[in-house]
Nanobody, 116 residues
């Protein structure tokens, strides 16, 4: 079974930065698409950013210009660099990997808290 493990969350002041990492137990070449989602209390899980196997990126409007998704194939890791963080970015961030055939795997999540 594929495992995705997120790390890098924490507490940061508004305007600060964090880099989240998602380490996969298998080669990330297996995934047609990998992405970061977040879920705040009482809200639905939403897409933040994703990246295709070919390296094409996609961002939510709220993330565009502030967040950058990237990957290191050699390390089987996907990153989310988050800059200019805002309190509304506070959420549990989840890594998602989609295999061919739309089979998805989720990490356990990492908490990001942005204080004013």
């Amino acid at each position: 079974q594929v495992q995705l493990v997120e790390s890098g969350g924490g507490l940061v002041q508004a305007g600060g930065s964090l880099r989240l990492s998602c380490a996969a137990s298998t080669t990330i070449f297996s995934f047609t698409l990998m992405g970061w989602y977040r879920q705040a209390p009482g809200k639905q899980r939403e897409l933040v950013a994703d990246i295709s196997s070919g390296g094409r990126t996609n961002y939510a409007d709220s993330a565009k210009g502030r967040f950058t998704i990237s990957k290191d194939n050699a390390k089987n890791t996907v990153y989310l660099q988050m800059n200019s963080l805002k309190p509304e970015d506070t959420a549990v961030y989840y890594c998602n990997g989609q295999l061919f055939g739309s089979i998805s795997y989720w990490g356990q999540g990492t908490q990001v808290t942005v204080s004013s």
